[in-house]
């Protein structure tokens, strides 16, 4: 049974970090590339970052030199170290498998306000 937990959002202010977490469970974890969305309320779900299995990363524009994606194989985990967050990084995160799943996790809020 696939299951995808996100954790680690919280209400921070401009400015401050936050780092995301994704326990994969269910998939081969070693075997795909893991994406970080984000859905910001009224708003289509994006990807934000994406780390491959050859570990190479890609991250949106809106969001790069702020944000770091990494993984950690032997706990099925995928990372989103969130930096200097702007008040337009609000929204719910989510991780998926590279190619993405109908499955999708609950998510985790993102509050970034003053």
């Known amino acids: 049974q696939v299951q995808l937990v996100e954790s680690g959002g919280g209400l921070v202010q401009p400015g401050e970090s936050l780092q995301l977490s994704c326990a994969a469970s269910?998939?081969?974890?070693?075997?795909?590339?893991m994406d970080w969305y984000r859905q910001p309320p009224g708003k289509q779900r994006e990807v934000v970052a994406r780390?491959?299995?050859?570990?190479?990363?890609y991250y949106a524009d809106s969001v790069k030199g702020r944000f770091t994606i990494s993984r950690d194989s032997a706990k099925n985990t995928v990372y989103l170290q969130m930096n200097s967050l702007k008040p337009e990084d609000t929204a719910v995160y989510y991780c998926?498998?590279?190619?993405?799943?109908?499955?999708w996790g609950q998510g985790t809020q993102v509050t970034v306000s003053s």
């Open positions: 998926n498998r590279i190619p993405s799943l109908t499955y």
């Open positions: 269910g998939i081969s974890f070693n075997t795909y590339g």
């Open positions: 780390i491959f299995n050859s570990g190479s990363t």
